[in-house]
């Protein structure tokens, strides 16, 4: 009963996490894995590298491309001087 309602806590945590920072955070269907699942089989772990990947795949592709700070050339504005 006790891991449970762990489960039940965690699971709630999770969703309010979620929730506050929906536009930052990649959701990644783990089922069946559990959250508390901490010794997993090699398959299952390669199983959560493979959902990952793709969960992170999906956003990245669904994100509009717009400027990156940071990533323009420097040399920009230096034609002038």
Do not use: C, N
């Amino acid at each position: 009963m006790g891991s449970d309602l762990l489960d039940i806590w965690i699971e709630a945590e999770e969703r309010q996490i979620v929730d506050k920072y929906a536009d930052s955070v990649v959701v990644i269907d783990t089922s069946p894995i559990r959250t508390v699942d901490f010794t997993l089989e090699r398959i299952e772990r390669h199983f959560l590298l493979k959902v990952g990947r793709a969960a992170g795949s999906k956003i990245l592709a669904e994100q509009k491309p717009g400027p990156r700070s940071g990533s323009g050339d420097s040399r920009q504005g230096e034609k002038g001087r």
